[in-house]
């Protein structure tokens, strides 16, 4: 069965790449490589002994991608592809909504003339903003605050329009993702931006590694376990089987829009994950207590039973494992994937 994977070369879309493989189905992938590089593919063909069909092709680029739905019978679209970056967001509103909302509408667009109509999406924690309180349940009331999340949003209430229309035949799965690290236990593949991480887990691993001096922690004076940020972390190999069993749901299911947290349920704070670190890694992390980062949080972490119960998935790996893994990765490619 043909899975349309956009953004197949990224971080989750690559794992995700090797787990749709592992459970029968033919993921067929779609990139432009702006924030991936072709190495991440050979390393996935070469960890599952299997050429991927991949076009290095531009979502927004309806040409270019209507020829590849012409070579393909998809079953799916899996769209990974788009932009992340908070802080860039707000300095770059349109390339942000035209990356993320006007390339998932052409997206959608050819999937409705091609009649492919089973579409999960990549949506995240960030929709939920500030929360009210913890752990979020998919109830909760959704905001958000820069253009990122805003776009996460729009492509949501697009969804769920589009499966609210008269004689509506779409699928849709909104997945929100709380905060994915570690990396696939070979080690060959794992997260690998570009320039100084925005992220904790990859600055972590890059002090680790003696490429960044210190760790800055962003604020000790929230209302936490120790006053720093808590999160949900979650292992992105966990992430990746989520997408394989949300597949299987709608392929199962009737016309309608999903929408499931992708978490653990378990907060981490900064503290305690930087423990960790050092603990899988045998590395110190030298820190400095910083000032909060604007925009920044107290805790998000999810209630993960709708997961459970409806698609049978929960996380599986400890917080032990995800640092482990992503010191695997970081530490047998200090440079990612150059
Ligand atoms: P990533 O940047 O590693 O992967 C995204 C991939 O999409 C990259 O390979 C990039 O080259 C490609 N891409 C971007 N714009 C494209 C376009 N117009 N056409 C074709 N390809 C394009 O990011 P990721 O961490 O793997 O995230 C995947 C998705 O999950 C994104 O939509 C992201 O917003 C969402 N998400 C990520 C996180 C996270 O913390 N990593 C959390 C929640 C949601
Ligand atoms: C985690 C914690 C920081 C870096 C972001 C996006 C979100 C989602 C996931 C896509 C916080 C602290 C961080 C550092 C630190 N992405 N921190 N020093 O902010 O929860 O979520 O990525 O959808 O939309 O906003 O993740 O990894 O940046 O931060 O102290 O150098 O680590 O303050 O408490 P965040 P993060």
Redesign the pocket.
């Known amino acids: 069965m043909d899975i349309l994977v956009t953004g197949g070369a990224g971080y989750i879309g690559s794992h995700a790449v090797i787990e749709l493989h592992k459970a029968g189905f033919n993921p067929v992938i779609v990139d432009n490589f702006s924030n991936s590089k072709e190495e991440a593919l050979r390393r996935v063909n070469e960890l599952c002994s299997k050429e991927f069909t991949f076009y290095r092709t531009d979502v927004r680029d309806a040409v270019a991608l209507s020829e590849v739905f012409a070579k393909h019978q998809f079953a799916a679209a899996i769209h990974f592809a788009g932009l ?3 802080g860039e967001s707000c300095e770059q509103p349109l390339n942000y909504y035209q990356n993320n909302v006007a390339g998932t509408m052409v997206l959608l667009e050819l999937m409705a003339q091609h009649a492919v109509h089973n579409f999960i999406f ?5 929709v939920y903003g500030d929360p009210d309180s913890v752990p979020i349940n998919e109830a909760a009331a959704t905001r958000t605050t ?1 253009p ?2 805003a776009s ?1 949003l729009m492509v949501e209430d697009i969804s769920r329009d589009l499966c609210l229309a008269p004689n509506n035949a779409f699928k849709v799965c909104l997945l929100r ?5 570690g990396a696939h236990h070979s080690g060959r593949i794992g997260e690998d931006p570009n320039g100084i ?8 691993s890059q002090v680790a590694v003696g490429k960044l001096k210190r ?5 000790d004076d ?1 209302d936490t376990v120790d006053g ?4 949900d ?1 979650i292992h992105v190999v966990d992430l990746a089987k989520g997408h394989v069993r949300a597949l299987q749901y709608i392929l199962e299911k009737p016309a309608d829009c999903y929408t499931f947290n992708l978490g653990t349920g378990n907060g981490y ?2 503290l305690e ?1 930087v423990k960790a670190f050092e603990q899988a890694s045998g590395k110190t992390v030298p ?1 400095d207590i ?1 000032l ?2 604007a ?4 805790a ?1 972490f999810a209630d993960a039973s709708l997961a459970k119960a409806e698609l049978n998935w929960q996380a599986e790996y400890s917080i032990e494992r995800m640092v482990s893994d992503a010191w695997r990765w970081q530490s047998k490619n200090p440079n990612g994937y150059e």
């Open positions: 992340k970056a908070v990549s949506s995240s924690a960030t820069n990122y999340g996460k993702y709380f905060n994915p690290i991480p925005n992220n904790l887990l990859p600055y972590v760790l800055q922690v962003f604020g929230y720093t940020g808590v999160r972390y704070s900064v994950v820190y910083a909060r980062r925009g920044d949080i107290a998000c």
